[in-house]
């Protein structure tokens, strides 16, 4: 008996020495694992986690670091894809400007081409083709561009500006198909915005539905990946994703 009592005194002490907590982790008690604060091993547990849940075996195994490194494989891979992006948008130079002349001949300064552009890019957010009109019959280019090198028909379409659409498709020298410093187009500005009213508007005109960017997105891409499927269909009536379209919707063209 005496002996008996020596053996359960020994295992006690060995017990309390195992699980001795350190300065701050967990100790091990009975059936669970139970975490303490740093350098104060006799407050109470702050939580509690059952033996049978440990997840230490699982997180080791070939199948939990196959997926881990999958996930991470991804995450970089993204990273990589938003950073070509943006380097493409900020080491392509904005597509030059058209220099802004009147029906009579007069070039404008520089101050002066600045306050109009302002002006008329506003006009074309809000939608007042009045002011277009009045643009227009000055003489001055539809053609114009931003300081981001977007067109006022690219940003009406972006804007659903339908009657400014409406009266930029009017002048005789527009450019249906200029691309922004993105190598976007008008009609990848609508679609990408699901403006089913304004895409109308260009492929009534004639714009290219298999315009692509810089990456070889078209305007059908935009809109699948925005959710718009009222749009795809329209985009998908007009040709676009047909096998036998032109080389300029091959991201592999020339």
């Not at 049978?52 to 490194?69: H, Y």
């Not at 552009?117 to 009109?133: L, N």
């Not at 280019?141 to 009017?170: E, F, H, K, M």
């Not at 676009?240 to 020339?254: E, I, L, N, V, Y």
Request: hydrophobic share 45%.
């Amino acid at each position: 008996m005496r002996r008996f009592r020596e053996n359960r005194e020994s295992q006690r002490q060995a017990d309390a020495t195992r699980d001795r907590p350190h300065a701050g982790g967990s100790m091990r008690v009975g059936w669970e694992w139970r975490f303490v604060r740093a350098g104060e091993p006799g407050e109470a547990p702050l939580f509690s986690i059952p033996r049978c849940l440990n997840f230490q075996p699982l997180t080791r195994s070939p199948m939990f670091v196959l997926i881990r490194f999958a996930a991470q494989f991804a995450f970089a891979a993204a990273l990589l894809a938003i950073g070509g992006l943006i380097s493409i948008y900020l080491l392509t130079p904005p597509p030059p400007s058209p220099p802004l002349v009147t029906a009579a001949g007069e070039t404008l300064d520089a101050e002066a081409t600045a306050e109009v552009i302002e002006a008329i890019f506003q006009s074309a957010r809000e939608d007042d083709a009045a002011a277009i009109r009045d643009y227009l019959a000055t003489g001055y280019s539809p053609n114009v561009r931003s300081p981001r090198g977007d067109t006022l028909l690219i940003v009406a379409s972006y804007r659903d500006s339908r009657a400014v659409v409406a009266a930029l498709l009017q002048a005789k020298q527009i450019e249906l198909d200029a691309r922004n410093q993105a190598g976007l187009t008008a009609v990848s500005a609508a679609a990408f915005k699901g403006h089913d009213e304004a895409l109308k508007l260009l492929i009534a005109a004639g714009a290219d539905v298999h315009a692509t960017g810089s990456l070889g997105q078209s305007a059908l891409t935009f809109a699948t990946l925005a959710g718009n499927s009222s749009t795809v269909e329209i985009l998908k009536q007009a040709g676009a994703g047909d096998a036998g379209r032109d080389k300029s919707a091959s991201p592999t063209a020339d």
